[in-house]
């Protein structure tokens, strides 16, 4: 399997999930505008967010996938599908309960994430209606990121990696359309991520049914019975901890914010869906190629490798991450005034989510490495080191807010994550190259030095062409300025790519195949 190959085609379907996604918040944010609307979605749609990573994508994945992968490679694809039904059927009964739980105890959760709302009761009241609406997608997702993972394991990323464009699709009619019917209008994004989550997992039912790998439904003691099973729950027990932290960190910062004023996390969230461009394309596709096969180079002692795989990753995590972190710092404001001015969203509204904007960009290295770097330890079967790791970064994320925040507000929090996932990222390659796992492959000076130079000539185009306009005064029709900064995005890639060119890169370079 061409690794390359496969991150591009899970990257390029990331891209149609991102664009839509993009679509979604423009619509979103020409309607309820930077207010108390938002602030009570963003702050809803965070709960049910942090324990989808919990039980899905984070704790579950990084456990779940490479026992996966070991059985299949080990004990033939009988047994796979015998732990893949068993795996289901735990997770459908225990997230069920949680989600019910989630639901009647909403206005609970709601207060632990932002208890600043609670000095408005309206505000209040909505975060918790929408947090009831949306608490079952955790259900959905779970069972989404079940089949996602047996899907991967067997190569096949294409209908887990286009799923999400599903949600986007389903908020995008809700937003345009439903608004309208809905009391509060705010309401009608509940029911879309509802309808979103449901229409993800019907989509990937007949993808597992095609491998031959649909689970069947059993009770809970059957599959808590199979030894495989409690092998994959011990491995979480660490996980769930190793996300939590990093979930512990976010809900802190959703609760800042809340004391913050209105629009603090409405401001916070666009630009982090701005943020999920590179993460999500970069980060995502190359930890959802990556785990698999480092899983499958571990197994089976294949230690040489194994390295070669994450060099591969921290090349082009360092290739695409570094001149898009220069280009979200630099063009912040136009893209914020291009993308999301109007409506409801005011100039103030885009030079405050700007300000965030520019503090996540700077640690837009440290959160896609650390996509590449954990899934080495898991890939070991080793999630103790991550954990451990993300304690210490926790803690020095919540000393950095100390010192930010009553200096930036909102924005200190976007620093303070950036340098968090800065130290994550780290600790995690340290701790890869003290216990021998990762070797850099030679040629890393040449590599960086090269970088560097398109990157200033990038950054000195940035700088010329964002002094030429003022982006949130700039009065001509939207078609027009997205064209405007399209252009300008277009020969940033022109000048970067084409430095890189100039001075000896070239695409097969960067081929990996899985041995």
Known sequence: MNLLRAAATVSSLTLLSRVTGLIRDLILARVFGGGAAMDAFAAAFRLPNLLRRLFAEGAFSQAFVPILAEVRSRRGEGETRTLASHVFSGLFWVVLAVSILGVLFAPVLVYVIASGFARNPATFELATLLTRWMFPYILF????????????????????????????????????????????????????????????????????????????????????????????????????????????????????????????????????????????????????????????????????????????????????????????????????????????????DVAQTALALTGYAFGLLGLIAVKILAPGFYAQQDIKTPVKIAVAVLIATQVANLALVPWLAHAGLAWSVSLGALANAALLYAGLRRRGSYVPQPGWGGFLARIAVALLLLAAWLWWANSQFDWVALHTAWLRRLALVSAVVAAAVVVYFGTLLLLGFRPRDFRMRQP
């Open 141 to 348: 997702m779970s069972l989404v990121a079940f089949a996602a993972g047996v899907l991967n394991t067997f190569n096949r990323f294409a209908v887990p990696a286009v799923t999400p464009v599903l949600l986007n699709l389903s908020m995008i009619a809700f937003g345009l359309a439903a608004t309208h019917h809905f009391d509060p209008p705010a309401l009608a994004l509940g029911v879309a991520v509802f309808v979103g989550g449901a229409l993800q997992l019907a989509v990937q039912l007949p993808a597992l049914a095609r491998i031959g790998m649909l689970p069947r439904l059993s009770g809970l003691r059957t599959a808590f019975a199979d030894p495989d099973v409690r092998r994959i729950l011990v491995k979480m027990g660490p996980a769930v901890f190793a996300v939590s932290v990093a979930q512990v960190s976010l809900i802190i910062n959703t609760n800042i914010a809340s004391h913050l004023g209105e629009g603090a996390n409405a401001w916070l969230y666009f630009a982090d869906r701005l943020m999920e461009f590179p993460t999500a394309l970069l980060g995502v596709a190359l930890a959802t190629v990556l785990v698999p096969s480092l899983s499958k180079a571990f197994s089976q002692a294949r230690h040489e490798d194994y390295s070669r795989m994450l060099d591969w990753g921290l090349r082009l995590t360092c290739l695409i991450a570094l001149p898009a972190a220069v280009g979200l710092g630099l063009l912040a404001e136009g893209l914020i005034a291009v993308l999301f001015q109007g409506g409801q969203f005011g100039p103030r």
